[in-house]
Protein backbone atom coordinates (compact mmCIF):
# COMPACT_ATOMS: atom_id res chain seq x y z
CA UNK A 1 0.00 0.00 0.00
CA UNK A 2 1.00 3.93 -0.76
CA UNK A 3 2.17 6.57 2.12
CA UNK A 4 3.61 4.88 4.73
CA UNK A 5 0.77 2.40 5.56
CA UNK A 6 1.27 -0.93 6.51
CA UNK A 7 2.56 -3.25 4.01
CA UNK A 8 1.03 -6.63 4.96
CA UNK A 9 2.40 -8.67 2.08
CA UNK A 10 6.43 -8.56 3.56
CA UNK A 11 7.48 -11.06 6.67
CA UNK A 12 6.31 -9.67 9.76
CA UNK A 13 9.59 -9.82 11.57
CA UNK A 14 12.39 -9.96 8.94
CA UNK A 15 15.47 -8.15 10.34
CA UNK A 16 13.70 -7.30 13.38
CA UNK A 17 15.45 -7.55 16.49
CA UNK A 18 14.77 -7.19 20.19
CA UNK A 19 16.32 -8.55 23.10
CA UNK A 20 17.38 -8.05 27.16
CA UNK A 21 20.72 -8.26 27.63
CA UNK A 22 23.74 -6.90 30.07
CA UNK A 23 24.57 -3.21 28.88
CA UNK A 24 26.96 -1.28 31.62
CA UNK A 25 25.75 -3.50 34.27
CA UNK A 26 22.21 -4.43 34.81
CA UNK A 27 20.47 -3.21 31.93
CA UNK A 28 18.07 -3.75 29.00
CA UNK A 29 18.45 -3.13 25.07
CA UNK A 30 16.06 -3.07 22.40
CA UNK A 31 17.01 -2.47 19.06
CA UNK A 32 15.46 -2.61 15.04
CA UNK A 33 17.76 -3.41 12.24
CA UNK A 34 16.38 -2.60 8.54
CA UNK A 35 15.35 -5.87 6.18
CA UNK A 36 18.73 -6.29 5.21
CA UNK A 37 20.59 -6.29 8.32
CA UNK A 38 22.91 -3.58 7.21
CA UNK A 39 21.28 -0.48 9.67
CA UNK A 40 20.37 -1.07 12.91
CA UNK A 41 19.51 1.45 16.06
CA UNK A 42 19.62 -0.01 19.43
CA UNK A 43 18.31 1.66 22.50
CA UNK A 44 19.94 0.73 26.23
CA UNK A 45 17.99 1.94 29.41
CA UNK A 46 20.91 1.58 32.23
CA UNK A 47 20.28 0.67 35.88
CA UNK A 48 19.27 4.56 36.96
CA UNK A 49 17.12 4.78 34.01
CA UNK A 50 19.15 6.69 31.74
CA UNK A 51 18.49 6.26 27.45
CA UNK A 52 21.16 5.72 24.69
CA UNK A 53 20.92 4.57 21.37
CA UNK A 54 24.16 3.34 19.52
CA UNK A 55 23.87 2.94 15.15
CA UNK A 56 25.46 0.29 13.16
CA UNK A 57 26.06 -0.87 9.83
CA UNK A 58 26.70 -4.24 8.93
CA UNK A 59 28.43 -4.20 12.62
CA UNK A 60 30.25 -1.50 12.01
CA UNK A 61 29.86 1.09 14.66
CA UNK A 62 28.58 4.49 12.80
CA UNK A 63 27.22 6.29 16.07
CA UNK A 64 28.53 5.25 19.26
CA UNK A 65 26.31 4.89 22.70
CA UNK A 66 24.96 8.57 23.18
CA UNK A 67 22.51 10.27 25.21
CA UNK A 68 18.86 10.25 24.88
CA UNK A 69 16.07 12.29 26.86
CA UNK A 70 14.07 15.68 27.24
CA UNK A 71 13.94 17.81 30.28
CA UNK A 72 10.38 19.29 30.58
CA UNK A 73 9.09 22.29 32.80
CA UNK A 74 7.37 19.61 34.32
CA UNK A 75 8.84 16.47 33.87
CA UNK A 76 12.36 14.96 33.29
CA UNK A 77 12.59 12.12 31.10
CA UNK A 78 16.67 12.16 31.40
CA UNK A 79 17.11 9.55 34.17
CA UNK A 80 14.60 7.25 36.73
CA UNK A 81 12.92 5.78 33.88
CA UNK A 82 11.34 2.24 33.26
CA UNK A 83 10.35 0.41 30.36
CA UNK A 84 6.41 -0.06 29.86
CA UNK A 85 6.11 -1.61 26.31
CA UNK A 86 7.88 -2.19 23.41
CA UNK A 87 5.44 -2.23 19.75
CA UNK A 88 5.52 -5.20 17.42
CA UNK A 89 7.68 -4.53 14.43
CA UNK A 90 5.60 -2.71 11.82
CA UNK A 91 6.60 -2.70 8.03
CA UNK A 92 5.69 0.22 5.44
CA UNK A 93 6.07 0.93 2.11
CA UNK A 94 6.62 4.75 1.10
CA UNK A 95 5.79 4.92 -2.80
CA UNK A 96 5.42 8.26 -4.05
CA UNK A 97 6.47 10.38 -6.48
CA UNK A 98 8.39 13.49 -5.80
CA UNK A 99 8.03 17.08 -7.83
CA UNK A 100 11.31 18.06 -7.54
CA UNK A 101 14.35 15.37 -6.59
CA UNK A 102 17.15 13.55 -7.82
CA UNK A 103 14.67 10.47 -8.30
CA UNK A 104 10.99 11.06 -9.47
CA UNK A 105 9.69 8.04 -8.36
CA UNK A 106 10.46 6.67 -4.39
CA UNK A 107 9.67 3.20 -3.62
CA UNK A 108 11.31 2.14 0.12
CA UNK A 109 10.07 -0.16 2.65
CA UNK A 110 10.57 1.03 6.34
CA UNK A 111 10.58 -0.83 9.76
CA UNK A 112 9.41 0.58 12.30
CA UNK A 113 8.67 0.04 16.72
CA UNK A 114 7.70 2.22 19.50
CA UNK A 115 8.77 1.85 22.75
CA UNK A 116 7.07 3.53 26.00
CA UNK A 117 9.10 4.55 28.96
CA UNK A 118 7.47 6.44 31.97
CA UNK A 119 9.59 8.63 34.77
CA UNK A 120 9.25 8.16 38.19
CA UNK A 121 6.49 9.90 38.94
CA UNK A 122 4.71 8.05 35.92
CA UNK A 123 4.61 10.46 33.14
CA UNK A 124 5.07 8.72 29.56
CA UNK A 125 7.21 9.46 27.00
CA UNK A 126 7.60 7.15 23.78
CA UNK A 127 10.67 7.15 21.29
CA UNK A 128 9.84 5.68 17.79
CA UNK A 129 12.54 4.26 15.69
CA UNK A 130 12.68 3.45 12.36
CA UNK A 131 15.47 1.51 9.94
CA UNK A 132 15.38 1.44 6.06
CA UNK A 133 18.38 0.38 3.95
CA UNK A 134 19.20 4.02 3.83
CA UNK A 135 19.68 4.89 7.13
CA UNK A 136 18.19 5.20 10.56
CA UNK A 137 15.64 7.77 12.13
CA UNK A 138 14.29 8.36 15.69
CA UNK A 139 11.58 10.83 17.33
CA UNK A 140 9.83 11.61 20.27
CA UNK A 141 5.97 11.62 21.77
CA UNK A 142 4.24 12.41 24.78
CA UNK A 143 0.78 9.88 24.69
CA UNK A 144 -0.53 11.93 27.46
CA UNK A 145 -3.63 14.56 26.75
CA UNK A 146 -3.47 18.02 28.72
CA UNK A 147 -4.60 21.26 27.48
CA UNK A 148 -1.48 22.74 29.57
CA UNK A 149 0.93 23.81 27.10
CA UNK A 150 4.53 21.61 28.33
CA UNK A 151 7.68 23.43 27.81
CA UNK A 152 11.08 21.33 26.85
CA UNK A 153 14.10 23.62 28.33
CA UNK A 154 16.19 20.98 27.19
CA UNK A 155 16.59 17.99 24.66
CA UNK A 156 20.05 15.70 25.93
CA UNK A 157 19.81 13.95 22.09
CA UNK A 158 23.70 13.33 21.20
CA UNK A 159 25.29 12.08 18.47
CA UNK A 160 28.85 10.15 19.20
CA UNK A 161 31.22 10.61 16.37
CA UNK A 162 34.69 8.55 16.48
CA UNK A 163 37.66 10.91 16.81
CA UNK A 164 39.15 9.77 13.89
CA UNK A 165 36.38 10.49 12.12
CA UNK A 166 36.24 13.38 9.44
CA UNK A 167 33.59 16.23 8.63
CA UNK A 168 31.89 18.67 6.96
CA UNK A 169 30.24 21.34 8.85
CA UNK A 170 28.91 24.47 8.51
CA UNK A 171 28.55 27.11 11.18
CA UNK A 172 25.21 28.41 12.47
CA UNK A 173 25.35 32.11 12.52
CA UNK A 174 24.42 33.94 15.39
CA UNK A 175 21.12 36.01 15.06
CA UNK A 176 21.95 39.60 13.10
CA UNK A 177 21.26 41.62 10.28
CA UNK A 178 20.51 38.55 7.66
CA UNK A 179 21.58 35.41 9.92
CA UNK A 180 20.96 32.89 10.72
CA UNK A 181 20.66 32.21 7.11
CA UNK A 182 22.41 28.68 6.38
CA UNK A 183 24.85 30.92 3.76
CA UNK A 184 28.20 30.28 5.48
CA UNK A 185 30.86 27.80 4.27
CA UNK A 186 30.71 24.04 5.24
CA UNK A 187 34.53 23.45 6.54
CA UNK A 188 36.37 20.19 6.61
CA UNK A 189 36.57 19.23 10.33
CA UNK A 190 37.51 16.43 13.29
CA UNK A 191 35.26 15.85 15.46
CA UNK A 192 35.35 17.93 18.90
CA UNK A 193 36.74 20.89 16.50
CA UNK A 194 35.84 24.49 17.51
CA UNK A 195 34.30 26.65 14.75
CA UNK A 196 37.29 28.42 13.04
CA UNK A 197 36.43 31.52 10.98
CA UNK A 198 32.70 31.56 9.64
CA UNK A 199 31.66 34.13 8.01
CA UNK A 200 29.65 35.20 10.96
CA UNK A 201 29.75 34.87 14.75
CA UNK A 202 28.17 31.37 15.46
CA UNK A 203 26.53 30.01 18.09
CA UNK A 204 26.72 26.23 16.88
CA UNK A 205 27.05 23.98 13.64
CA UNK A 206 23.96 22.95 11.25
CA UNK A 207 22.47 20.13 10.20
CA UNK A 208 22.68 18.59 7.52
CA UNK A 209 26.27 17.14 9.11
CA UNK A 210 28.29 15.17 7.14
CA UNK A 211 30.87 12.89 8.65
CA UNK A 212 33.14 9.88 7.11
CA UNK A 213 33.56 7.64 9.63
CA UNK A 214 35.01 3.80 10.27
CA UNK A 215 38.37 4.69 8.40
CA UNK A 216 36.79 5.83 5.72
CA UNK A 217 34.65 2.96 4.92
CA UNK A 218 31.26 4.96 5.82
CA UNK A 219 29.43 8.20 4.99
CA UNK A 220 26.52 9.62 7.10
CA UNK A 221 24.62 12.67 7.55
CA UNK A 222 22.46 14.54 10.67
CA UNK A 223 19.40 16.11 9.84
CA UNK A 224 15.76 16.41 10.89
CA UNK A 225 12.44 15.77 9.19
CA UNK A 226 8.60 16.46 9.31
CA UNK A 227 9.08 19.65 11.73
CA UNK A 228 6.53 21.71 11.59
CA UNK A 229 4.50 24.43 13.77
CA UNK A 230 5.13 22.03 17.02
CA UNK A 231 8.93 22.34 17.53
CA UNK A 232 11.52 24.78 16.72
CA UNK A 233 14.23 24.02 14.31
CA UNK A 234 17.38 22.77 15.66
CA UNK A 235 20.76 22.83 15.39
CA UNK A 236 24.16 21.72 16.92
CA UNK A 237 25.61 23.04 20.29
CA UNK A 238 29.23 24.37 19.40
CA UNK A 239 30.73 22.32 22.22
CA UNK A 240 31.75 19.01 20.89
CA UNK A 241 34.49 17.65 23.19
CA UNK A 242 35.21 14.22 22.58
CA UNK A 243 32.59 14.13 19.40
CA UNK A 244 29.59 14.39 20.98
CA UNK A 245 27.25 16.73 18.96
CA UNK A 246 24.10 17.58 21.02
CA UNK A 247 21.01 19.02 19.65
CA UNK A 248 20.45 22.43 20.32
CA UNK A 249 17.22 24.72 19.79
CA UNK A 250 16.74 27.86 18.07
CA UNK A 251 17.95 30.40 19.72
CA UNK A 252 16.34 33.55 22.15
CA UNK A 253 17.06 36.25 19.47
CA UNK A 254 15.81 35.04 15.92
CA UNK A 255 13.63 37.96 15.79
CA UNK A 256 14.14 38.91 12.60
CA UNK A 257 10.67 40.12 11.33
CA UNK A 258 8.49 40.26 14.13
CA UNK A 259 8.43 40.67 18.16
CA UNK A 260 8.35 37.24 19.34
CA UNK A 261 7.82 35.71 22.41
CA UNK A 262 10.90 35.55 24.67
CA UNK A 263 10.21 31.49 24.84
CA UNK A 264 12.40 29.74 22.79
CA UNK A 265 12.07 26.70 23.84
CA UNK A 266 9.55 24.01 21.98
CA UNK A 267 6.08 24.28 24.01
CA UNK A 268 3.21 22.30 23.05
CA UNK A 269 0.01 20.80 24.78
CA UNK A 270 -0.40 17.12 24.82
CA UNK A 271 -0.22 14.76 22.96
CA UNK A 272 3.05 15.84 21.31
CA UNK A 273 4.88 14.20 18.13
CA UNK A 274 8.20 15.91 17.66
CA UNK A 275 10.59 15.81 14.65
CA UNK A 276 12.85 13.24 12.99
CA UNK A 277 16.11 12.70 14.15
CA UNK A 278 17.26 11.80 10.83
CA UNK A 279 20.94 9.33 10.69
CA UNK A 280 21.35 8.56 6.72
CA UNK A 281 24.20 5.90 6.30
CA UNK A 282 26.01 4.46 3.31
CA UNK A 283 29.27 3.14 2.14
CA UNK A 284 29.72 5.94 -0.43
CA UNK A 285 29.41 9.51 -0.03
CA UNK A 286 27.32 8.75 -3.46
CA UNK A 287 24.76 7.00 -1.17
CA UNK A 288 24.14 9.86 1.19
CA UNK A 289 23.31 12.34 -2.10
CA UNK A 290 20.99 9.96 -3.48
CA UNK A 291 18.79 9.51 -0.32
CA UNK A 292 15.13 10.19 -0.06
CA UNK A 293 14.79 9.11 4.23
CA UNK A 294 14.51 12.94 4.80
CA UNK A 295 11.13 12.45 2.36
CA UNK A 296 10.23 9.19 3.41
CA UNK A 297 9.80 10.37 6.92
CA UNK A 298 7.59 12.92 6.01
CA UNK A 299 3.99 13.01 5.50
CA UNK A 300 2.31 12.41 2.18
CA UNK A 301 1.74 15.17 0.51
CA UNK A 302 -1.24 17.10 1.12
CA UNK A 303 -2.32 18.23 -2.07
CA UNK A 304 -4.64 15.91 -3.93
CA UNK A 305 -4.35 17.28 -7.83
CA UNK A 306 -0.55 18.29 -8.58
CA UNK A 307 -0.89 18.52 -11.79
CA UNK A 308 -1.09 22.49 -12.03
CA UNK A 309 2.69 22.18 -10.18
CA UNK A 310 5.41 22.53 -12.97
CA UNK A 311 9.11 22.84 -12.36
CA UNK A 312 11.34 24.45 -14.80
CA UNK A 313 13.56 27.35 -15.41
CA UNK A 314 14.04 31.13 -14.77
CA UNK A 315 15.18 34.01 -15.84
CA UNK A 316 16.08 36.79 -13.09
CA UNK A 317 17.26 39.78 -13.45
CA UNK A 318 18.61 40.98 -9.97
CA UNK A 319 21.84 39.25 -9.96
CA UNK A 320 23.22 41.20 -13.32
CA UNK A 321 21.23 44.56 -12.43
CA UNK A 322 20.59 44.93 -8.60
CA UNK A 323 19.66 48.82 -8.82
CA UNK A 324 17.68 48.23 -12.02
CA UNK A 325 14.01 47.78 -11.04
CA UNK A 326 12.29 49.66 -14.17
CA UNK A 327 9.89 48.04 -16.66
CA UNK A 328 11.94 47.57 -19.53
CA UNK A 329 14.52 45.31 -17.32
CA UNK A 330 11.87 43.38 -16.12
CA UNK A 331 10.43 42.83 -20.08
CA UNK A 332 13.84 42.51 -20.93
CA UNK A 333 14.26 39.17 -18.99
CA UNK A 334 10.80 38.17 -20.05
CA UNK A 335 11.86 38.44 -23.20
CA UNK A 336 15.03 36.41 -22.78
CA UNK A 337 13.01 33.45 -20.69
CA UNK A 338 10.71 33.03 -23.64
CA UNK A 339 13.76 33.36 -26.20
CA UNK A 340 15.28 30.24 -23.77
CA UNK A 341 12.18 28.13 -23.80
CA UNK A 342 12.51 29.21 -20.05
CA UNK A 343 8.84 28.74 -18.28
CA UNK A 344 9.73 31.42 -15.58
CA UNK A 345 10.73 34.90 -14.87
CA UNK A 346 11.53 36.43 -11.22
CA UNK A 347 10.57 39.48 -10.30
CA UNK A 348 12.59 40.61 -7.78
CA UNK A 349 12.48 43.37 -4.88
CA UNK A 350 11.07 46.75 -6.63
CA UNK A 351 8.83 44.63 -8.96
CA UNK A 352 5.08 46.63 -7.93
CA UNK A 353 6.64 50.13 -9.11
CA UNK A 354 7.41 48.63 -12.41
CA UNK A 355 4.46 46.54 -12.50
CA UNK A 356 2.24 49.76 -11.92
CA UNK A 357 3.74 51.77 -14.44
CA UNK A 358 4.66 48.84 -17.07
CA UNK A 359 2.02 45.93 -16.09
CA UNK A 360 5.50 43.56 -16.06
CA UNK A 361 3.19 40.49 -15.19
CA UNK A 362 0.25 41.00 -17.56
CA UNK A 363 3.37 41.63 -20.45
CA UNK A 364 4.74 38.11 -19.16
CA UNK A 365 1.89 36.67 -19.37
CA UNK A 366 0.84 37.55 -23.16
CA UNK A 367 4.53 36.18 -24.02
CA UNK A 368 3.87 32.70 -22.42
CA UNK A 369 6.13 32.88 -19.23
CA UNK A 370 4.97 32.53 -16.09
CA UNK A 371 5.47 35.38 -13.55
CA UNK A 372 7.04 35.00 -10.09
CA UNK A 373 7.27 37.76 -7.54
CA UNK A 374 9.17 38.67 -4.38
CA UNK A 375 7.61 39.18 -1.15
CA UNK A 376 8.75 39.69 2.44
CA UNK A 377 8.38 37.46 4.96
CA UNK A 378 7.04 39.73 7.57
CA UNK A 379 4.21 40.43 5.63
CA UNK A 380 3.13 36.43 5.16
CA UNK A 381 3.21 35.60 9.23
CA UNK A 382 -0.80 36.56 9.75
CA UNK A 383 -3.08 34.35 8.11
CA UNK A 384 -5.59 36.52 7.09
CA UNK A 385 -3.40 39.30 5.31
CA UNK A 386 -0.89 36.13 3.78
CA UNK A 387 -4.57 34.92 2.63
CA UNK A 388 -5.81 37.83 1.31
CA UNK A 389 -2.37 38.80 -0.47
CA UNK A 390 -1.95 35.30 -2.03
CA UNK A 391 -5.74 35.68 -3.69
CA UNK A 392 -4.55 39.19 -5.31
CA UNK A 393 -1.32 38.01 -6.93
CA UNK A 394 -2.55 34.73 -8.12
CA UNK A 395 -5.55 37.28 -9.58
CA UNK A 396 -2.89 39.47 -11.10
CA UNK A 397 -1.87 36.84 -13.17
CA UNK A 398 1.67 35.70 -10.85
CA UNK A 399 2.32 32.27 -10.80
CA UNK A 400 4.53 31.90 -7.89
CA UNK A 401 6.18 33.76 -4.81
CA UNK A 402 9.79 34.36 -3.29
CA UNK A 403 9.79 35.11 0.24
CA UNK A 404 12.83 36.35 1.57
CA UNK A 405 14.46 37.20 4.95
CA UNK A 406 13.21 34.89 7.48
CA UNK A 407 16.30 34.37 9.07
CA UNK A 408 14.85 32.21 12.32
CA UNK A 409 14.95 28.51 13.00
CA UNK A 410 12.30 29.62 15.91
CA UNK A 411 9.41 27.71 16.66
CA UNK A 412 7.07 30.93 15.48
CA UNK A 413 8.40 30.32 12.12
CA UNK A 414 8.19 26.48 11.81
CA UNK A 415 4.60 27.11 12.44
CA UNK A 416 4.06 29.76 9.69
CA UNK A 417 5.68 27.74 6.73
CA UNK A 418 3.19 24.81 6.26
CA UNK A 419 0.45 27.10 6.69
CA UNK A 420 1.99 29.27 3.96
CA UNK A 421 2.83 26.40 1.84
CA UNK A 422 -0.97 25.12 2.38
CA UNK A 423 -2.66 29.13 1.49
CA UNK A 424 -0.41 29.29 -1.68
CA UNK A 425 -1.44 26.08 -2.87
CA UNK A 426 -4.77 27.20 -2.60
CA UNK A 427 -4.47 29.90 -5.13
CA UNK A 428 -1.93 27.66 -7.34
CA UNK A 429 0.98 29.49 -6.23
CA UNK A 430 4.58 28.14 -5.92
CA UNK A 431 6.51 28.97 -2.97
CA UNK A 432 10.86 29.62 -3.37
CA UNK A 433 12.14 30.56 0.45
CA UNK A 434 15.13 32.71 1.00
CA UNK A 435 17.14 34.04 4.10
CA UNK A 436 15.32 30.96 5.50
CA UNK A 437 15.86 27.69 7.11
CA UNK A 438 16.75 24.67 5.59
CA UNK A 439 13.76 22.40 4.33
CA UNK A 440 13.15 19.15 6.42
CA UNK A 441 10.93 17.05 4.23
CA UNK A 442 8.52 19.81 2.92
CA UNK A 443 8.51 19.26 -0.80
CA UNK A 444 7.01 16.05 -0.37
CA UNK A 445 4.02 17.36 1.69
CA UNK A 446 3.66 20.69 0.14
CA UNK A 447 4.61 20.05 -3.52
CA UNK A 448 4.12 23.98 -4.81
CA UNK A 449 7.10 24.27 -2.22
CA UNK A 450 9.53 24.26 -5.01
CA UNK A 451 12.90 25.46 -3.58
CA UNK A 452 15.22 27.69 -1.09
CA UNK A 453 18.32 29.55 -0.45
CA UNK A 454 19.38 28.44 3.01
CA UNK A 455 23.24 28.35 0.72
CA UNK A 456 26.11 29.98 -0.13
CA UNK A 457 24.95 30.85 -3.43
CA UNK A 458 26.05 33.02 -6.25
CA UNK A 459 25.45 36.18 -5.23
CA UNK A 460 28.39 36.11 -2.90
CA UNK A 461 30.74 37.09 -5.46
CA UNK A 462 29.25 39.93 -4.55
CA UNK A 463 29.67 39.72 -0.65
CA UNK A 464 32.06 37.50 0.55
CA UNK A 465 36.22 37.77 -0.76
CA UNK A 466 36.92 33.71 0.04
CA UNK A 467 34.03 32.94 -1.75
CA UNK A 468 36.29 32.72 -5.46
CA UNK A 469 38.42 30.70 -3.86
CA UNK A 470 36.13 27.86 -1.82
CA UNK A 471 32.98 27.79 -4.34
CA UNK A 472 34.58 25.04 -6.25
CA UNK A 473 35.28 23.06 -3.20
CA UNK A 474 31.78 23.89 -2.02
CA UNK A 475 29.78 22.74 -4.76
CA UNK A 476 31.34 19.51 -4.04
CA UNK A 477 30.10 19.49 -0.80
CA UNK A 478 26.79 20.89 -1.26
CA UNK A 479 25.26 18.28 -2.80
CA UNK A 480 25.79 15.90 -0.32
CA UNK A 481 24.64 17.84 2.41
CA UNK A 482 22.68 20.90 1.85
CA UNK A 483 20.80 19.51 -1.23
CA UNK A 484 19.93 16.22 0.89
CA UNK A 485 17.25 18.08 2.66
CA UNK A 486 15.73 19.60 0.20
CA UNK A 487 15.74 21.77 -3.31
CA UNK A 488 18.04 23.94 -3.67
CA UNK A 489 18.24 27.88 -5.23
CA UNK A 490 22.30 28.23 -6.19
CA UNK A 491 20.89 30.58 -8.41
CA UNK A 492 23.85 29.11 -11.04
CA UNK A 493 25.40 30.31 -14.08
CA UNK A 494 27.24 33.43 -12.98
CA UNK A 495 29.79 34.72 -15.42
CA UNK A 496 30.11 38.13 -15.17
CA UNK A 497 32.96 39.46 -13.11
CA UNK A 498 31.92 40.89 -9.70
CA UNK A 499 33.53 42.68 -6.96
CA UNK A 500 35.18 39.38 -6.30
CA UNK A 501 36.42 37.90 -9.66
CA UNK A 502 35.41 34.64 -9.82
CA UNK A 503 38.02 31.96 -10.15
CA UNK A 504 35.94 28.41 -11.31
CA UNK A 505 35.85 27.99 -15.07
CA UNK A 506 32.91 28.85 -17.00
CA UNK A 507 31.86 25.26 -17.70
CA UNK A 508 32.00 24.64 -13.89
CA UNK A 509 29.78 27.38 -13.37
CA UNK A 510 27.28 25.79 -16.30
CA UNK A 511 27.43 22.36 -14.61
CA UNK A 512 26.24 23.35 -11.25
CA UNK A 513 22.72 24.11 -13.01
CA UNK A 514 23.00 20.72 -13.80
CA UNK A 515 24.61 19.32 -10.22
CA UNK A 516 21.93 20.97 -7.68
CA UNK A 517 18.48 20.03 -7.66
CA UNK A 518 15.99 22.84 -7.54
CA UNK A 519 12.52 22.76 -9.15
CA UNK A 520 12.85 25.63 -10.22
CA UNK A 521 16.59 27.21 -11.21
CA UNK A 522 16.90 30.85 -11.16
CA UNK A 523 19.56 31.42 -13.66
CA UNK A 524 22.00 34.31 -12.98
CA UNK A 525 23.48 37.16 -15.49
CA UNK A 526 22.51 39.47 -18.17
CA UNK A 527 20.89 39.05 -21.34
CA UNK A 528 23.78 40.20 -22.94
CA UNK A 529 25.68 37.03 -21.71
CA UNK A 530 22.88 35.13 -22.47
CA UNK A 531 23.12 36.28 -26.23
CA UNK A 532 27.02 35.87 -26.27
CA UNK A 533 26.61 31.35 -25.81
CA UNK A 534 27.18 29.33 -28.55
CA UNK A 535 24.53 27.50 -30.11
CA UNK A 536 25.19 24.61 -28.23
CA UNK A 537 25.21 25.87 -24.87
CA UNK A 538 22.24 27.82 -25.49
CA UNK A 539 20.39 24.58 -26.55
CA UNK A 540 21.47 22.61 -23.57
CA UNK A 541 20.25 25.77 -21.13
CA UNK A 542 16.67 25.21 -23.48
CA UNK A 543 16.78 20.82 -23.05
CA UNK A 544 18.12 20.82 -19.76
CA UNK A 545 15.52 19.74 -17.25
CA UNK A 546 14.95 20.95 -13.35
CA UNK A 547 13.90 18.11 -11.56
CA UNK A 548 15.16 13.87 -12.97
CA UNK A 549 13.32 10.92 -13.26
CA UNK A 550 16.94 8.78 -12.40
CA UNK A 551 19.85 10.04 -11.13
CA UNK A 552 23.58 7.69 -10.13
CA UNK A 553 26.73 8.69 -8.27
CA UNK A 554 29.64 7.82 -10.54
CA UNK A 555 32.22 9.86 -8.89
CA UNK A 556 31.41 11.25 -4.83
CA UNK A 557 34.43 12.71 -3.34
CA UNK A 558 33.14 15.58 -1.30
CA UNK A 559 35.19 18.50 -1.35
CA UNK A 560 36.87 17.25 -4.47
CA UNK A 561 34.85 15.55 -7.28
CA UNK A 562 31.77 15.08 -8.05
CA UNK A 563 30.06 13.49 -11.28
CA UNK A 564 26.65 12.59 -11.49
CA UNK A 565 24.60 10.30 -14.71
CA UNK A 566 21.13 11.97 -15.04
CA UNK A 567 18.13 11.04 -17.05
CA UNK A 568 14.45 13.03 -17.46
CA UNK A 569 12.79 11.17 -20.49
CA UNK A 570 14.64 10.62 -23.33
CA UNK A 571 17.22 12.94 -22.05
CA UNK A 572 20.72 12.01 -20.76
CA UNK A 573 23.53 13.75 -19.50
CA UNK A 574 26.40 13.04 -17.34
CA UNK A 575 27.86 16.02 -15.64
CA UNK A 576 30.81 16.61 -13.35
CA UNK A 577 32.98 19.30 -11.61
CA UNK A 578 35.82 19.53 -10.02
CA UNK A 579 36.37 21.34 -6.99
CA UNK A 580 40.05 21.38 -6.27
CA UNK A 581 42.85 23.33 -7.87
CA UNK A 582 44.68 20.64 -9.30
CA UNK A 583 44.24 18.90 -12.81
CA UNK A 584 41.98 15.75 -12.41
CA UNK A 585 41.73 12.71 -14.46
CA UNK A 586 38.09 11.26 -15.48
CA UNK A 587 37.55 7.64 -17.29
CA UNK A 588 34.16 7.37 -17.87
CA UNK A 589 32.48 3.36 -19.81
CA UNK A 590 30.15 5.41 -21.70
CA UNK A 591 28.71 2.44 -23.02
CA UNK A 592 26.85 1.99 -19.21
CA UNK A 593 25.18 5.29 -19.83
CA UNK A 594 23.94 5.28 -23.54
CA UNK A 595 21.59 2.89 -24.23
CA UNK A 596 19.76 3.77 -27.02
CA UNK A 597 22.28 6.30 -28.17
CA UNK A 598 24.65 6.48 -31.03
CA UNK A 599 26.60 10.07 -30.23
CA UNK A 600 27.75 11.96 -27.54
CA UNK A 601 28.45 15.42 -26.96
CA UNK A 602 30.68 17.31 -24.43
CA UNK A 603 31.26 20.54 -23.12
CA UNK A 604 34.50 21.78 -22.09
CA UNK A 605 36.23 24.37 -21.33
CA UNK A 606 37.59 26.74 -23.96
CA UNK A 607 41.02 28.66 -24.81
CA UNK A 608 39.70 31.21 -22.52
CA UNK A 609 38.38 29.00 -19.21
CA UNK A 610 36.94 31.23 -17.79
CA UNK A 611 34.68 32.83 -20.56
CA UNK A 612 34.98 30.55 -23.26
CA UNK A 613 33.11 26.85 -23.97
CA UNK A 614 34.27 24.58 -26.17
CA UNK A 615 31.68 21.43 -27.88
CA UNK A 616 32.11 18.36 -29.64
CA UNK A 617 30.89 15.43 -30.64
CA UNK A 618 31.87 12.00 -31.00
CA UNK A 619 30.81 8.11 -31.64
CA UNK A 620 30.56 6.36 -28.59
CA UNK A 621 33.30 4.20 -27.50
CA UNK A 622 33.59 2.26 -24.57
CA UNK A 623 35.60 4.46 -22.63
CA UNK A 624 36.39 8.62 -22.61
CA UNK A 625 39.04 9.72 -20.88
CA UNK A 626 39.63 13.41 -19.84
CA UNK A 627 41.35 15.52 -17.82
CA UNK A 628 39.38 17.80 -15.31
CA UNK A 629 40.69 21.13 -15.57
CA UNK A 630 41.28 22.97 -11.79
CA UNK A 631 38.00 24.40 -10.76
CA UNK A 632 36.55 22.96 -13.57
CA UNK A 633 33.83 20.76 -15.35
CA UNK A 634 32.34 19.12 -18.25
CA UNK A 635 28.67 18.24 -19.41
CA UNK A 636 27.77 15.04 -21.63
CA UNK A 637 24.22 14.65 -23.56
CA UNK A 638 24.06 11.30 -25.03
CA UNK A 639 22.24 12.04 -28.80
CA UNK A 640 21.39 10.60 -32.36
CA UNK A 641 22.21 13.91 -34.26
Sequence with gaps: MRNGLID??????????????????????????SKLGANKITVSLSKNGELHYNVTRGNKRIIADSPLGLVCDDQDFTS?????????????????????SNVKTINHVLESRSITFKNKSGALMIIDLVTGNEGVAFRYRFPDQTNKPRVIKQEITGFQIEKNARGWLQPYNKAGKVTPGYEDFYFNIHPGD??????????????????????GKSWLLLAES????????????????GGLYKIAFAEKDEKYTLPLSENNHPTSTLPWTMPWRVIIVGDQAGDILLSSLITDLAPASKLDDTSWIEGGKATWSWWSHPEDHSPDRYNQFTDLANSLGFGYTLFDAGWEKADKEGGIIAKAAARGVKPMVWGYSAGYFDAEKRRKRFKELAAMGVKGVKIDFW???????????????EDAARE????????????????RTWPNFMTAEAVLGTEHYFYEARYPDLAAEQNT??????????????TPFALTIRKYPRLNTAVHELATAMVYTSGI????????????????VRQLLKDMPASWDNTESIVAEPGKQIILARQKGRLSYIVGINGTNNVVPVKLNLAKYAKGFSKFKVITEGADSLMNFKTETYLITSTWQHSFAPKGGFIIQFTNE
Design 226 to 241: ATDGAFTGCHLQPDSR
Design 80 to 100: GLSLVNVSPIEMRRENYELKV
Design 194 to 215: SISNPRNPSVGWCMPALFQVND
Design 8 to 33: KTLPFLIGAIFLFSSFKAVSQSMGLS
Design 428 to 443: HLLINLHGTTVPRGWH
Design 407 to 421: CSDRQEVMACLPTLF
Design 521 to 536: IHFADSKEMFDSLPVA
Design 477 to 490: VLPFTRNVAGPTDY
